[in-house]
């Protein structure tokens, strides 16, 4: 189901970055210790209740003069777009400043619904302009402290009062993908490609695709949908050129998804966006194939070169296919479909359990974990929970001696050992005491 957006707007300084810890405080990923994926973050997706949304944080306006405000002002307003709820965080410990009433009127002017957020109630000092930001004219207030988390959960009550409750969609059997990327790397080309029929306007314009676009088609004899990334539903192309937030577009894609194509311009090269996007999808556990689009008359060398480049900027993904594609010219566009279908098997493989324990026992013996204070990490057996993506579940005897690095060394056995291309797992490690008692 497509979640509700939540953004959180305000001047600079009011706690915009504290609440949004606080409210993203479920959401732990090993992504967190992945280099260049997961910092300058702007969204989350949280999980209260019985709901999920959204959650962007933006920067804090200031209209004093300079480019990085202006800049900072047309990030808010993107956030303010795709929003379906805003929360505007103000602090009543200072009287209602210019910056306030700039930012209200910008509210106010979008329709959406708003919750002005009283931040840092310490003391009854905190209090002291509360009543002044009632004529800012909006209808819901609460106070709370992001940093001691009172009011949070009151917050979290309001947020979602008028969210349909989550529901995982489970009746839609067809195999779902979704492509991603920056803008104007050639998605609805390739879309078309695929489809074999230009069923989407394509334009050299960044942003053309203002909604996500989803397409039925066969292959193989069976149906499969395909959804090319929402656009920003902006007017002016300097929305357009705001390359974070077209993570937002990108994520209502992803949600939807099983496997999600990373399409990267050859010409254009490599951006941190694309990582980024890559780092989405592979948080939200779906299967990932590298597309190179626009590599119409390139060499083998050239192919090579770039495969390396890839490798190299994209070292927290080893194990994702690469293929080199031109919408333009339809070259091999039909590599991608048989790349889909395996990916696919991957992300639902189920392993049986001797053979998962024969996989862990032997790299276990072959690479002991490091001792640790005399103590050493020992792996009673392993047994797989779920699939989409595959989830391993290691019964140990210290959880707390699993370093980082022995992680990353069981998963790249794993993925020596049995066909995960493709795919994110999960490893969990849980005490054996805990689960005998």
């Known amino acids: 189901m497509k979640l509700k957006t939540v953004a959180l707007v305000g001047k600079p300084n009011v706690g915009k970055s504290t609440l949004f810890n606080k409210l993203a405080r479920e959401k732990i990923s090993i992504i967190e210790d992945t280099p260049g994926v997961t910092r300058d973050r702007i969204y989350r997706e949280v999980d209260y209740l019985d709901y999920k949304f959204n959650l962007i944080d933006t920067g804090g306006i200031d209209k004093s003069d300079g480019d990085f405000n202006d800049l900072i002002e047309i990030q808010v307003n993107i956030a303010i777009t795709e929003a379906d709820v ?34 840092k109630i310490d003391n009854k000092e905190s209090l002291v302009h509360k009543f002044d930001y009632y004529e800012l004219g909006f209808s819901e207030y609460i106070e709370i402290s992001a940093e001691h988390s009172v009011g949070i959960t009151e917050l979290l009550d309001m947020i979602v009062k008028d969210f349909p409750k989550y529901e995982k969609e489970d009746d839609d059997n067809r195999i779902k993908i979704s492509l991603i990327g920056r ?5 609805s080309s390739l879309v ?43 007017r002016g192309k300097i929305y357009e050129n705001i390359e974070k937030y ?60 770039f495969i390396k480049l890839i490798r190299s900027e994209f070292q927290f993904i080893p194990y994702v296919n690469i293929v080199f594609v031109s919408a333009l010219y339809k070259k091999r566009i039909h590599l991608i479909m048989p790349e889909v279908l395996k990916v696919y098997e991957n992300i639902n493989r189920r392993i049986q359990t001797s053979v998962l324990n024969e996989v862990i026992n032997d790299a276990y013996n072959l690479k002991l974990p490091p001792s640790y204070k005399g103590k050493r990490l020992k792996i009673y057996y ?54 005998d008692n």
Do not use: Q, W
């Open 86 to 119: 805003i929360v505007f965080i103000v602090d009543s410990k200072e009287a209602i400043s210019e910056n306030d009433k700039y930012l209200a009127n910008i509210l106010h002017k979008s329709g959406k619904r708003v919750i002005v957020a009283f931040n």
């Open 183 to 187: 803008p104007n790397v050639g998605k």
């Open 192 to 234: 078309n490609s695929i489809l074999g029929s230009d069923k989407l306007i394509v334009s050299d314009v960044a942003g053309t695709t203002r909604d996500a676009v989803d397409t039925v088609f066969r292959y193989n004899e069976s149906e499969f949908v395909i959804i090319d990334t929402a656009g920003m539903r902006k």
């Open 246 to 305: 077209s993570l937002l577009r990108s994520l209502k894609a992803i949600d939807r998804s099983d496997i999600c194509l990373l399409v990267i311009d050859y010409l254009d090269g490599i951006k941190e966006h694309d990582k980024h996007i890559a780092g989405i999808a592979l948080e939200k556990g779906k299967g990932l194939i590298i597309v190179v689009n626009k590599f119409d008359n390139g060499s083998e060398k050239e192919k090579n070169d």
């Open 382 to 435: 392993v047994v797989e929970d779920d699939i989409r993506p595959p989830k391993f579940t290691f019964y140990v005897n210290n959880k707390n001696l699993v370093h980082f690095s022995y992680y990353r060394y069981l998963e790249n056995k794993l993925r020596e050992n049995i066909e995960l291309e493709g795919t994110p797992i999960i490893l969990k490690f849980k005490n054996r005491r805990d689960y």
